[in-house]
Nanobody
Framework: QVQLVESGGGLVQAGGSLRLSCAASGRSFSIYAMGWFRQAPGKERELVAGITWSGGSTYYGDSVKGRFTISRDNAKNTVDLQMESLKPEDTAVYYC????????????????????WGQGIQVTVSS
């Protein structure tokens, strides 16, 4: 049974940092791109960061560029999201997800292209 489990969320003041981690179990995702999405109340779920299977290519949404860093460890089957200079507008439920296509060499931004999802973790940034 495939499971993705996020950890590291919580409440932080504006300007602070958090590191989210996603641990996958049940199978290896070492040859699949992975991404971090977020969904704020009343908004669509959006991709904030993605990373190809090799780590050679990354994607960041415009609102998080220069503040968030995605990384992965294929040996541990994990993907992390380091979030710096957090803003109240970063408040959302964050989800890690796995690209459905084996070996894709670019980051797909459409959520329908991801077929395994974590349960989500709340990140709240207070002003």
């Amino acid at each position: 049974q495939v499971q993705l489990v996020e950890s590291g969320g919580g409440l932080v003041q504006a300007g602070g940092s958090l590191r989210l981690s996603c641990a996958a179990s049940g199978r290896s995702f070492s040859i699949y791109a992975m991404g971090w999405f977020r969904q704020a109340p009343g908004k669509e779920r959006e991709l904030v960061a993605g990373i190809t299977w090799s780590g050679g290519s990354t994607y960041y949404g415009d609102s998080v560029k220069g503040r968030f860093t995605i990384s992965r460890d294929n040996a541990k089957n994990t993907v992390d999201l380091q979030m710096e200079s957090l803003k109240p507008e970063d408040t959302a439920v964050y989800y890690c997800a796995v690209d459905k296509t084996f070996g894709r060499t670019y980051i797909e931004v459409r959520r329908e292209e991801y077929d395994y999802w974590g349960q989500g973790i709340q990140v709240t940034v207070s002003s």
